[in-house]
């Protein structure tokens, strides 16, 4: 087992109700994948015992701060790891219960995948909504709607299919590329790593396989060139005395030697003449990589900007039109201004106007509130101090993002995806 | 560069220097805590390339505890050297005899949570802003809920149940006076991820890390580096071992593990075979479930 170089990297997120078995299937993912250590399954073991359960409890392998193992749930966002020879995985594993709206956004902002389990006994749910939307609205461009607890419905198919046939009716409202379905028994391992032998019906493929499946690579927007400049490498040394290195991660595109860019909010252009990678010089690089580019001319670039292509430039603008998700437990205050944190910019904004809070039980827009509380999520629109330069989220995650800190307290109190 | 594939390595790497950069342009004055383990090590590294062709900009902090492996102190000297950076040692010991901390007593003694006071002690007197550890989520339980940046409020305390959100690749270090962030870089890199690349990379370890004979204390199931600061038992048994470890950190809490290894190549094939996480053999995180939480609630690293 000496791999490792070779393989990719997928982030998912897992969604749930309460009580859908979400870290048992985690538990049970890293468990069969044989991803487990020994001290590790020590540990819950002597845990099962003291609570007098008969098998091994894999849902006590996720459940991580002290206080959820007294309350018996998860409260926060945890990433777990886990890798086959084929990828190695990162789960955001947040908690599935309704005042925790913010966590599963937090979990989702980085995912390229979403797990949605559903309980087989009970069908799609408001809260199989909930997330499914959240998936959407986030821009998650895999779903794996896994219906659990098969075991507790006899393996039937005929429940299956009513409940893969009345997810689809739903989703077809959603913005969501692709997603697939999975019958499965996280408590008992059926089609999460081994196909299941009580499900002889179902000729798809295995949770694990589906991971290892998914197309990653083929996400990235190879297109649109986007740099946000995190900051100026000046060496001022001897060997490097006039040295000016625009250092920052590439957010999307590809970027070569002596192409033409133009740095904004500025409108200067220049050529670039030196790209460096992580390990030296390079002709070209791409999103996501780390580097710093030497451009032939003198430009005034500092920490906020962006570079991007001459022919192929961001919007630029003062006014934003946002769907927000609140999360502060202070609603928020129409006649405060919040730091607006986008790409590596800051400045200060006013959020004008709400148009509309999601009513998240029926999908619906409720109008005329011109509010928002914590866990809500609302369309708005947004006056800032100095000009954004944007894409629309939907195009770019990176360079359509951004978080609202609070003037006093510096609370991360909302985040955004612009329209 | 054609196909425009991006490995694990890559990316983990392209993130972690993200991380660094975002630090350096948030901060005013950031320290880069240093163990002289193979985790901080990397940490180093990545700065190294994050700043190319400038200077790491942070300062190295070294919270010695008095218990040190001497080849720990005899690599980090020298990597200080390479790198021209500035090192500061904090000395837990200076906070034993000015009675800022108590000294643990007892078989088992050891001065891990002791740390946790000189760190921050350390952190208030040179304010520093941001302190840079090289702690990966897949360490251990609480460890898995840390954010890249953490906030720390004026007496250095974590709050589990209170972290900002992060989101996306956005960091918010905003912080009111004498309040510090701790920042994570290799959050999301696991064991096996660090050791290939470190392998890839060819980077250079302390030599504890490889296969050796030295004498040893066999405790139970612990196997300790026999030294001045181990308190013997009477079921201990001292003999020579071939070892090596999986973890640096104080002689007096660092288990060893009887390993041939002797090139990074067959270190990696004993972890990915390896039937124990890394810190199972690090007799702090025993004490309790809990234990690791506890610690960090105070203010450990």
Same mark, same amino acid.
């Given at each position: 087992m000496t791999r490792g170089n070779k393989i990719e990297l997928l982030r998912f997120t897992t969604a749930g109700s309460v009580d859908d078995g979400k870290s048992t299937l985690i538990g049970r993912l890293l468990y069969d994948s044989k991803s487990i250590f020994e001290d590790q399954l020590k540990a819950i073991e002597k845990t099962s015992e003291r609570r007098g359960l008969k098998s091994i409890d894999l849902s006590l392998l996720t459940d991580g701060l002290k206080d959820e193992r007294e309350q018996g749930i998860t409260i926060d966002v945890a990433y777990r790891y886990f890798s086959t020879p084929k990828r190695k995985f990162i789960?955001?594993?947040?908690?599935?219960?309704?005042?925790?709206?913010?966590?599963?956004?937090?979990?989702?902002?980085?995912?390229?995948?979403a797990l949605i389990l559903v309980d087989a006994r009970k069908g799609?749910?408001?809260?199989?909504?909930?997330?499914?939307?959240?998936?959407?609205?986030?821009?998650?461009?895999?779903?794996?709607?896994?219906?659990?607890?098969?075991?507790?419905?006899?393996?039937?198919?005929?429940?299956?299919?009513?409940?893969?046939?009345?997810?689809?009716?739903?989703?077809?409202?959603?913005?969501?590329?692709?997603?697939?379905?999975?019958?499965?028994?996280?408590?008992l391992g059926d089609n999460v790593v081994d196909k299941s032998k009580n499900m002889g019906w179902y000729n798809g493929p295995t949770l694990l396989y589906s991971l290892e499946n998914i197309p990653v690579s083929n996400d990235f927007n190879k297109l649109d060139f986007r740099f946000p400049v995190q900051t100026v490498i000046r060496p001022k040394s001897a060997d490097f005395h006039d040295f000016r290195g625009y250092a920052g991660r590439i957010s999307s595109g590809i970027v070569r030697k002596n192409d033409e860019v133009v740095a904004l909010p500025s409108g200067?252009?220049?050529?670039?003449?030196?790209?460096?990678?992580?390990?030296?010089?390079?002709?070209?690089?791409?999103?996501?990589?780390?580097?710093?580019?030497?451009?032939?001319?003198?430009?005034?670039?500092?920490?906020?900007?962006?570079?991007?292509?001459?022919?192929?430039?961001?919007?630029?603008?003062?006014?934003?039109?946002?769907?927000?998700?609140?999360?502060d437990s202070k609603p928020l205050n129409l006649t405060a201004k919040y730091f607006i944190r986008h790409t590596t910019h800051e400045a200060k904004c006013l959020i004008k106007e709400v148009v509309y809070v999601m009513d998240l039980n029926e999908l619906k827009r409720v109008e005329g509130l011109n509010n928002l509380k914590m866990n809500e999520i609302g369309r708005v629109k947004i006056k800032t101090t100095q000009p954004i330069i944007y894409d629309s989220y939907r195009k770019n995650k990176t360079t359509g993002s951004f978080i609202l800190v609070e003037e006093g307290s510096f609370n991360t109190v909302a985040s955004g995806m612009i329209i | 560069m054609s196909s425009y594939i991006f490995t694990h390595l890559d990316e983990l790497?392209?993130?972690?220097?993200?991380?660094?950069?975002?630090?350096?342009?948030?901060?005013?004055?950031?320290?880069?805590?240093?163990?002289?383990?193979?985790?901080?090590?990397?940490?180093?590294h990545l700065a190294k390339k994050a700043f190319y062709p400038s200077k790491i900009p942070f300062t190295f902090l070294h919270i010695d505890t008095g218990h040190n492996f001497i080849e720990t102190i005899d690599f980090r000297d020298k990597l200080v050297n390479e790198l021209a950076v500035n090192l500061l040692v904090g000395s837990v010991q200076q906070s034993i005899d000015e009675g800022k901390v108590i000294e643990e007593k007892g078989q088992n003694a050891s001065r891990n949570r002791a740390q946790s006071v000189t760190l921050l002690e350390s952190i208030e007197k040179n304010k520093f802003d941001a302190a840079i550890g090289g702690a990966r989520r897949d360490e251990e339980k609480a460890r898995a809920k840390e954010r890249f940046f953490s906030h720390r409020d004026d007496f250095g305390q974590w709050n589990p149940k209170n972290q900002r959100p992060e989101l996306w690749n956005i960091f918010n270090g905003k912080k009111q006076l004498g309040e510090h962030f701790r920042i994570f870089p290799i959050?999301?890199?696991?064991?096996?991820?660090?050791?290939?690349?470190? =392998?890839? #990379?060819? $980077?250079?370890?302390? !030599?504890?890390?490889?296969?050796? %004979? +030295?004498?040893?204390?066999?405790?139970?199931?612990?196997?300790?580096?026999?030294?001045?600061?181990?308190?013997?038992?009477?079921?201990?048994?001292?003999?020579?071992?071939?070892?090596?470890?999986?973890?640096?950190?104080?002689?007096?809490?660092?288990?060893?593990?009887?390993?041939?290894?002797?090139? =990074?190549? #067959?270190? $990696?094939?004993?972890? !990915?075979?390896?039937?124990?996480? %890394? +810190?199972?053999?690090?007799?702090?995180?025993?004490?309790?479930e809990a234990s690791m939480e506890e610690r960090k609630k105070e203010g450990y690293f």
């Open positions: 789960i955001a594993d947040s908690p599935g219960h309704i005042q925790y709206t913010r966590n599963m956004v937090t979990g989702a902002s980085t995912a390229n995948a799609v749910v408001e809260q199989t909504k909930r997330h499914s939307y959240l998936a959407s609205l986030l821009q998650i461009q895999h779903v794996i709607v896994c219906v659990n607890k098969m075991d507790l419905v006899e393996f039937n198919e005929d429940i299956y299919e009513e409940i893969i046939q009345s997810y689809r009716d739903f989703a077809s409202k959603l913005d969501i590329k692709d997603f697939d379905f999975i019958p499965i028994s996280a408590l200067l252009t220049s050529k670039v003449i030196a790209i460096h990678g992580p390990n030296g010089l390079v002709d070209e690089a791409f999103a996501p990589m780390s580097v710093s580019i030497e451009l032939e001319d003198d430009l005034d670039i500092s920490r906020g900007n962006l570079i991007s292509k001459v022919n192929n430039t961001p919007n630029i603008s003062q006014e934003l039109d946002a769907m927000i998700c609140w999360m | 790497e392209s993130e972690s220097i993200f991380v660094l950069r975002e630090t350096f342009a948030q901060f005013e004055n950031p320290c880069l805590l240093f163990s002289g383990g193979k985790d901080s090590i990397l940490v180093a959050s999301n890199w696991t064991e096996m991820d660090v050791w290939n690349y470190i =392998l890839r #990379e060819k $980077i250079e370890l302390p !030599s504890l890390y490889f296969s050796h %004979e +030295r004498e040893v204390v066999i405790r139970e199931d612990m196997i300790l580096a026999n030294s001045e600061f181990i308190k013997p038992l009477t079921n201990d048994v001292v003999k020579n071992e071939i070892v090596r470890f999986r973890t640096i950190g104080d002689l007096t809490i660092t288990g060893a593990v009887r390993s041939t290894a002797i090139t =990074l190549q #067959e270190i $990696i094939n004993e972890v !990915s075979m390896a039937r124990e996480t %890394e +810190r199972g053999n690090r007799a702090d995180d025993q004490r309790s």
